[in-house]
């Protein structure tokens, strides 16, 4: 049941969130700089914008929203921006948003953008990203890390704009987009780019369930699919009914799940376009998760469509 509904801006938001009762609704509004959430344990609801369109307007715009030690939150709407951008002094003032060491937190119908990483969520349990979109990221949609719990419902990835690795020579020329063993071997200076993911896990995580989403990254705006590669081992991982197309090789991957209840089912991978220099499938490495019922197109590679 909702309490009372408070209106604030930037500047009036912390102190309104402090005196907000159980239950409260905060209606934000204005072209705000980093947000904090800390300690909240209280049930509260944000609301940024309009959780049915991300893009639509009037929506408060925040840059860097930091959730942490904090449980039953809920986050609605608004852009969700790096507090430095596309090229932060330090990795943290890259994320759109971060959850750390907090639980039954949602973010729900919000865009982001203009950032490495949307968001990064560490050292939480109950979590849900639900009907957001990501686009105009650097790096990766998603990050889950060390956590117990999640769930990534119909969101919307697209239009991820990747540094390309670059090789540079003597007399001052580059070259994009080249391996680092080509541009050794022509007397060049090798610098990696960045290689970003839909959803990646990292550390330990279990019971994850990714439905429902939409990963759209042809070249050149490169993004791999749904993945568990940086994992050191999961658990009752599910990635079901997704929509991947993409011209990297891994559109959807699960790895090291050692605990079991780990399945690719039901998902549709594309290759999007004629760029794609690897062959576009599905993955499963090193444990026990199942792939099947699933549809490849346009890609040499069949695995994960047998029948279950």
């Not at 307007?57 to 930091?66: D, E, I, M, S």
């Not at 670059?166 to 007399?171: E, G, K, L, P, S």
């Not at 209840?261 to 004629?274: L, R």
């Amino acid at each position: 049941m909702s309490g009372p509904v408070l209106l604030a801006n930037c500047q009036t938001f912390a102190q309104t969130l402090v005196n907000a009762s159980a239950n409260s609704v905060i209606r934000l509004s204005g072209d705000c700089g980093l947000i904090r959430i800390r300690g909240r344990t209280s049930p509260v609801t944000v609301i940024a914008g309009n959780p049915q369109d991300p893009r639509a307007t009037p929506r408060a715009t925040v840059r860097g929203l930091w959730i942490e030690n904090s449980a039953n939150i809920t986050w609605i709407g608004g852009n969700l921006q790096a507090e430095e951008g596309l090229r932060p002094s330090t990795p943290t003032k890259g994320y759109g948003a971060a959850i750390r060491r907090s639980e039954n937190i949602e973010v729900r119908g919000a865009h982001f953008t203009h950032a490495v990483r949307g968001i990064t969520i560490n050292n939480s349990r109950q979590i849900r990203v639900r009907h957001s979109i990501f686009e105009h990221l650097v790096s990766d949609g998603i990050n889950f890390v060390d956590g117990d719990g999640l769930l990534v419902e119909g969101n919307l990835m697209q239009d991820f704009m990747p540094v390309p690795t670059r090789c540079t020579f003597a007399d001052g020329s580059v070259i994009e987009e080249i391996s680092e063993r080509a541009c050794v071997s022509q007397g060049g200076s090798w610098r990696d780019g960045s290689h970003p993911d839909g959803f990646q896990t990292w550390g330990t995580s279990s019971n994850i369930l990714v439905r429902d989403n939409r990963i759209f990254t042809p070249w050149p705006g490169d993004a791999q699919g749904i993945t568990t590669a940086g994992a050191t081992s999961v658990a009752n991982v599910r990635f079901v009914n997704n929509e991947v197309t993409t011209d990297m090789p891994t559109a959807i991957a699960i790895s090291q799940c050692f605990g079991g209840g780990c399945e690719i089912i039901g998902n549709t991978v594309a290759q999007a376009t004629d760029h794609a220099r690897h062959t576009v499938r599905i993955i499963v490495r090193d444990g026990t998760a199942r792939a099947c019922g699933n549809t490849v197109l346009n890609s040499r590679s069949t695995f994960g469509t047998e029948p279950c």
